[in-house]
């Protein structure tokens, strides 16, 4: 049983230097005052321009993880997606077992939905992700491991049909996703080496990064070509491990001349690790130093259960880390952000039980609440690029 949707909390004249003590009380009081949450994506709060629009003042792409079947059947996640969406990037239509559930049989509906809603708005959108670990169909896992020719020709056939159906709409690509294995003291740690232990590891080597990249370089010379990977954002000595891995996987492809142009960053962040502006910085910059594009290319927070704050609380935190993180990787380079989805309450955060948050309440971590409505994360990320401060008391009103 799901908890009653959480008040939109953080749009209200918010307390001017609030102690936290009084902050908690009121919030708390807020919190159990406002059962009536605000209209849906009410036009009133959240005006023009979107957030799509704010970035490309500045030279910069902002966007979205999106999921097909809600764009045909919420109204309000719609329109939240055309207020502030310049970028789309299907959450899961365009991977693996989306695509091409039985060999050879190719299924494009929701990839080719999510691409014609976006053009219909002068919208684009970026494939993810050609090879991964994950939503994998059962029969490739089986054929990968026959043996690494079979391997070879599964990932081939893959991105040979999946780039020339897409030649024409899609010119941005995660080739490759999550190739790095997570140190220890990771979340998730993997024991088995620097390269993360996959079915494409096991049947073609560490070489199965380069055969995809030429792969995809080969069928089509002018696509973007990225490598994405995540839990190398915050200042903790499993991401330093990580970020080393990441860029020393990537130094290597360059000097074997690998057709690479971009390095994604997940940037799925954990409030209650420590970040550092400098530290990640360095990691940007240094990424760029090998001829790189660095992008954002999931965004979104997780508050762990240790904040036990309450609204609008806990979306100052949200929005402080946001402001941070967005704000010196644009001071870095970074040009491309990307949230994983726009609305608390479709947030893989919220569903995947793997993350969600205990005790009956819900991550904040993207940029709307629970009723489509803009937070503080949201403006947040506005201040961000415009390149404007917090307020002196570190809300964003
Ligand atoms: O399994 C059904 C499938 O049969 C059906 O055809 C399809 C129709 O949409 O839905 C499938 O359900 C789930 C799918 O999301 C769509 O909602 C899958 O069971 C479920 O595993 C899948 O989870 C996604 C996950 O990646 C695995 O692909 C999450 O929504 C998505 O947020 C998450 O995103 C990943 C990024 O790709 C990589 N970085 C981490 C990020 C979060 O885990």
Redesign the pocket.
Known sequence: MRAAPPPSGGRRPLPRRPLLGVALAGAAAACAQAQTAEPRGNPALNPPPGLWQIARERGLTFGS?V?A?LLNSDPFYAAAYEREAGVLVP???A?FA?LQPEEGKFEFG?FEAIIRWGQNRARTTRG??LVWH??MPDWARAAIGESAQRARGVMEAHITRVLGQTRNTIRDWDVV??AVANPPGSDVPQATGEMRDTPWLRALGPGYVETAFRIARERDPTLRLTLND?GVEEDTPAATEKRRRLLALVRGLIRARVPLDAVGL?A?LQIDKPFSAPVFAEFVRALRAEGLAVLVT?LDLREGSTIAAEYPERDRLVAERTYAFTSTAIEAGVRTFLT?GLIDKYS?TVT?TGVARQGGTHHRGVPLDWEYNRKQMWRALARAFRGERPDPDGWFR
Do not use: M
Request: hydrophobic letters at 25%; proline letters at 0%; a negative charge.
């Open positions: 993880a999921q079947n959450e899961y239509e991977k989306a929701g993810h992700a994950n939503a996703n999550e995540y997940q799925h999931e994983w893989w995947d």
